[in-house]
């Protein structure tokens, strides 16, 4: 007997696209992975070559890449069961496989249209506007007969996200002694941005709706919301608190257990691993307080399933699109201003001859 639901007919897409930040997979690729990310960007060589220390602690190796394929296996998995038979591509901005070889693959494949999950659910530049951006590089690297590319809507209040969170939120809590569990603060964490984009797109709001959407579905009430991993110059001001500094006042505050839920990541890579697990826990620990660091959604089955709810929510053009919480889903197509670029620093004036 098929339990299988109905394939859905000629659908108007071709392939599924996850698209990702990228990163090193052996020692030797650190430098040039950076040198990608901070192309064309006023970044000194000596903080670069900070940031590659980070990725040596752990033999230069990102865990990001490998996480991508596992969720790419998982979706392949549960697309059959919402009717979706389509392949699954992987492409990334910064790192192997790149965004303009796995389009040529596309091409090569007969790919004409595709669907695009970013792994990203907040609306920002960096984690939306510019993967649109990177893809439409890369089809004009391509050239002729690069597919075309659409990107399911962001998803930071859909049910599925929010009850992966939640579930992460209760391991984290269940690692706390019962006694001790009511008075645990959590803080929720997110990449923090440039004030300048942030004041062009959605970002915060999203972020504290989601924070308080998880919040209440384990059945709480208060809530932080810090930011980490800013890469900025000293000058330029960038979303605050930092999750150090929030850890410090707590402590202050005679506060003895944290949660840390990293929601603004969907899995647990570099910044993550790094700056959460190192140094927030080392930071933690020498303050004597007792530091608890929640899951990423990762592939969490109500995650993957959620991916496939969307992507069948664009092929067929449902009417019916879940979000949770009072602001309603996200469009599927972005408007020409959203999430723009930050405005870039006047070039210094020339002297005078």
Not at 35 to 53: H, S
Not at 145 to 153: L, S
Not at 172 to 185: D, G, N, S, V, W
Request: charged share 20%.
């Amino acid at each position: 007997m098929n339990n299988m639901p109905p394939s859905i007919e000629k659908p108007p897409y071709e392939a599924i696209l996850v698209v990702s930040f990228g990163g090193p997979e052996h020692r030797d690729h650190v430098i040039p992975f950076l040198e990608n990310v901070l192309r064309g960007r006023n970044v000194p060589r000596e903080r670069m070559l900070e940031v590659a220390e980070h990725y040596y602690h752990f033999g230069g190796v990102s865990p990001i890449n490998a996480q991508n394929r596992a969720l790419i296996e998982a979706l392949k998995a549960e697309l059959p069961r919402h009717g979706v038979d389509l392949p699954v591509y992987f492409g990334n901005r910064n790192w192997h496989p790149l965004l303009p070889d796995t389009l040529a693959e596309m091409r090569a494949a007969g790919v004409r249209r595709a669907l695009a999950y970013f792994t990203s659910a907040f609306s920002s530049y960096s984690g939306c506007r510019q993967y649109r951006e990177n893809i439409l590089a890369a089809q004009e690297q391509v050239g002729d007969g690069a597919p075309a590319v659409d990107k399911i809507r962001v998803f930071y209040n859909h049910p599925g996200f929010v009850e992966a969170m939640a579930d992460r939120v209760r391991e984290a809590l269940e690692q706390i002694p019962a006694e001790r569990r009511a008075a645990a603060r959590l803080i929720y964490t997110a990449h923090s941005i440039p004030n300048s984009m942030a004041a062009n797109c959605a970002y915060e709001q999203q972020l504290r709706e989601s924070s308080r959407l998880v919040t209440e579905a384990v059945g709480r009430t208060d809530f932080i919301i810090a930011y980490q991993s800013r890469s900025g110059p000293p000058t330029q001001p960038w979303l605050e608190p930092d999750v150090g500094d929030v850890i410090k006042q707590l402590h202050g505050e005679g506060v003895g257990d944290v949660v840390v839920v990293p929601i603004g990541f969907v899995s647990d890579h570099m910044e993550v691993i790094y700056d959460l697990d190192d140094e927030a826990k080392h930071l933690a620990e020498g303050l004597g307080v007792n530091m608890v660091r929640a899951g990423t959604v990762g592939t969490h089955p109500r995650f993957v399933r959620m991916i496939a709810e969307l992507i069948v929510e664009r092929i067929q053009g449902k009417v019916e699109r879940p979000a949770l919480g009072v602001l309603g889903p996200c469009h599927d197509v972005c408007p020409i201003d959203c999430c723009l670029p930050p405005p870039r620093p006047p070039m210094p004036a020339r002297p005078a001859n």
